[in-house]
Nanobody, 128 residues
């Protein structure tokens, strides 16, 4: 069974930092594109970031404009995990964050339908 376990969410003051973790079992994160998506209350889920698989010819890493310069995605092959380091957090970053594994990390943003495996989500709350 493939499982993605997202963790690391919590309550943080505006301007603070968090690191989200996406721990995988049943698949090797190095072989997949891994994306982070988020869904704020009353809004549709949106793409935040993705990182290409190691075998990808272009090695794309994508960030949504709203998080560019503040969030950093990275892969830890030794621990079979992908992280999202979030700094300079703003109240508008409040959302449930999901990680997902799929085929492709596009330079214009990951498409949900290309991601087959999803974690359960972790809640990030930012106080103003």
């Amino acid at each position: 069974d493939v499982q993605l376990q997202a963790s690391g969410g919590g309550l943080v003051q505006g301007g603070g930092s968090l690191r989200l973790s996406c721990a995988a079992s049943g698949l090797t994160v190095d072989d997949y594109a891994v994306g982070w998506f988020r869904q704020a209350p009353g809004k549709e889920r949106e793409a935040v970031s993705c990182i290409s698989s190691s075998s990808s010819s272009d090695g794309t890493i994508y960030y949504a404009d709203s998080v560019k310069g503040r969030f950093t995605i990275s892969r830890d092959n030794a621990n079979n995990a992908v992280y999202l380091r979030m700094t300079g957090l703003k109240p508008e970053d409040r959302a449930v964050y999901y990680c997902a594994a799929g085929d492709y990390c596009s330079a214009i943003g990951p498409e949900e339908e290309e991601y087959d495996y999803w974690g359960q989500g972790t809640l990030v709350t930012v106080s103003s």
